[in-house]
């Protein structure tokens, strides 16, 4: 099965051509974007095990040899964030059936889903940068597709500015690539890690290096470039506000993970040093915004910014214990952060507001929506058994093993204010006095608890087994520690 | 080469700091014409064939830049399509093209 590794991209995008020629029939769409989906799931499980027991895995297309060629790459983080996906994908589409409306369903709403899946795990698996631009454009041009959907007057509004900021850093990217093809003459990230490391230190390459983190952070959300988030994951309907939440800024995360252990490591002091800081203004800026609002949709999207700001800190400091820490936070925050947005979707339905002061009292006709709502809050903040924790603990042993204190009581002090802001939600909205009798309720929630339910016993079931977890996660940062793994996979020397 | 790239981009940012999305939007136009020619330059320029093998030459020029040039303009050139449609979808909804007026946080 050489060919397997293409297979998570050719499955999501196949589909996607094949649910546009069922535009009117959406009963076939949605068993055929089910089916696929729970298929890609299977592949990506055997994917990650294939990782496991034979190392990392790469498939020249067209057989090209390795620099000449583009080169798909599954290492152990990839796989890992593939597999990942999968789920969201899968529930996010169960969760889509019941809340996205027929109008939008007849707008080839699925093959929007299908073509987004495309470009992030495409992203994931590249091991070309030029091929990772090409695939930020496919989920970028999914997301515009997605985010409009439907045209009501915000949409439209907010969806403007999110193209707008996208062209921009897409334009930068490309810059980027430019000069780094006039610096080393070769697009594969193996190649330019050995041909970057042969230049060694000198100052174009953290030029350069800069200008990649600037491009990222744009995608990813980091400070001070998150500016454009909190408006545009406001506008579309939950189920999509998910999809994005969970998946495109991690894929900016991923990709200033991978350049910045791949190839920009020869001026690490600099470089690394930068990432920290503004990963902590990142969280700093993102429980001030988690705590300042009272519209439950802003204070989950401000939390997307701060597990940001967490995860790059873990990056930052390359040692074992924050890598490894990152590995497991980006993989907790992506389920969580799934799951907070279809609570916070069905809580809308619920009430027909995201206005906090105008709910309360949900506890007494909908308790199980209350306790998974309250576990993914625990689980969000890092309350030990739960998902959040390992990831957390790992990174705060990795800053302080590099001695930055700052940061790192930075990163505690986040959390409390994370659990403050989705305990605001939990007391004000499910505890207290009952707003909203059973008749008064705007729509039915109770196909909506199977995605939720999946997402949250996922969580519970990570934070438990973290010793079943443990050796992927590891061997994982390993290869992200070494880049000669990754090149001697790549390039075969 | 680089200085009338630098002048593309110094227009392209002037522009898309304006308040009228039709000018912003040239501005994006600008800002990728600025790029692909960055592209062009930076993959170097020296004298050489067209890259056709049946051009017998001793030397070519650099097939490279050129490939990625040909997929950034077609991505470029989908995006702005949209992005056109959107700018007209908009106006016919919001009734304006002011940046400014489309503010607002419901």
Do not use: C
């Amino acid at each position: 099965m050489i060919n397997f590794i293409i297979l998570p991209i050719l499955l999501p995008l196949l589909t996607g051509i094949l649910l546009i020629f069922f535009r009117k029939q959406i009963k076939i769409q949605k068993v055929i974007s089910t089916l696929i989906s729970a298929i890609s799931i299977i592949l990506s499980i055997y994917l990650v095990w294939l990782v496991q027991t034979e190392g990392i895995q790469t498939l020249e297309i067209g057989g090209w040899q390795a620099p000449y060629g583009i080169v798909l790459v599954a290492d152990m983080f990839a796989s890992l964030l593939v597999l990942t996906t999968n789920i969201i994908v899968f529930t996010s589409l169960l969760f889509s059936f019941k809340t996205i409306g027929v109008e939008r369903e007849k707008f080839f709403y699925y093959s929007g889903i299908q073509f987004l899946v495309t470009g992030v795990v495409g992203a994931f698996l590249t091991g070309d940068i030029f091929n990772l631009f090409v695939f930020f454009e496919v989920m970028l041009m999914s997301s515009y597709f997605l985010i409009v959907l439907g045209g009501t007057k915000i949409q439209l509004r907010e969806s403007i500015k999110y193209i707008l900021v996208n062209v921009i850093s897409s334009a930068l990217f490309v810059i980027a690539i430019a000069y780094l093809y006039a610096l080393t003459g070769t697009l594969n990230m193996a190649d330019l890690s050995v041909k970057v490391s042969e230049l060694g230190q000198s100052g174009i390459i953290t030029v350069i290096s800069v200008l990649f983190l600037i491009v990222f952070g744009l995608k990813g959300a980091i400070f001070p470039l998150f500016f454009w988030l909190p408006g545009s994951y406001k506008a579309p309907p939950a189920a999509v506000t998910a999809l994005f939440g969970a998946l495109l800024t991690k894929v900016g995360v991923y990709s200033i993970t991978r350049v910045f252990t791949l190839i920009f490591i020869t001026d690490v002091g600099f470089t690394h040093g930068l990432i920290g800081w503004l990963a902590a203004f990142s969280m700093i800026f993102g429980v001030i915004g988690a705590i300042a609002y009272w519209d439950i949709r802003k204070i989950v999207i401000y939390n997307i910014i701060t597990a940001v700001g967490v995860i790059l800190f873990g990056v930052s400091t390359m040692t074992f214990a924050g890598v490894s820490g990152a590995v497991f936070y980006v993989i907790h925050d992506i389920i969580i952060k799934g799951a907070l947005f279809f609570i916070i979707g069905a809580l809308f339905i619920l009430t027909g507001t995201a206005n906090l002061k105008k709910m309360g009292g949900l506890i007494h006709n909908h308790p199980l929506l209350a306790w998974l709502f309250f576990i993914s809050t625990l689980s969000l903040a890092g309350i030990p058994p739960l998902s959040g924790f390992i990831g957390k603990i790992n990174i705060i042993q990795g800053g302080f093993e590099t001695e930055d204190y700052v940061i790192s009581f930075v990163v505690l002090f986040s959390s409390l204010l994370v659990l403050y802001s989705a305990l605001k939600i939990f007391i004000n909205g499910f505890w207290g006095e009952q707003k909203l009798a059973k008749d008064e309720e705007k729509g039915s929630i109770n196909v909506l608890y199977v995605p939720i339910t999946i997402l949250v016993v996922i969580s519970i079931a990570y934070g438990f087994g973290v010793e079943l977890i443990y050796p992927f996660v590891s061997q994982a940062t390993e290869t992200l520690l070494d880049p000669t793994i990754y090149i001697e996979a790549v390039l075969k020397e | 080469m680089s200085v009338v790239v630098g002048i593309l981009f110094m227009a392209a940012t002037y522009l898309i700091l304006s308040r009228s999305l039709l000018r912003i939007i040239i501005g994006t136009g600008l800002l990728s014409h600025g790029a692909h020619l960055l592209i062009l330059t930076m993959g170097g320029l020296k004298q050489g064939a067209a890259p056709l093998l049946s051009e017998k030459a001793g030397s070519y020029v650099d097939p490279l830049p050129q490939a990625l040039i040909l997929t950034a303009i077609v991505i470029s050139f989908g995006v702005t399509s949209f992005f056109l449609v959107l700018a007209y979808r908009s106006y016919q909804e919001l009734g304006t093209d002011d940046m400014h007026r489309l503010r607002g946080n419901d």
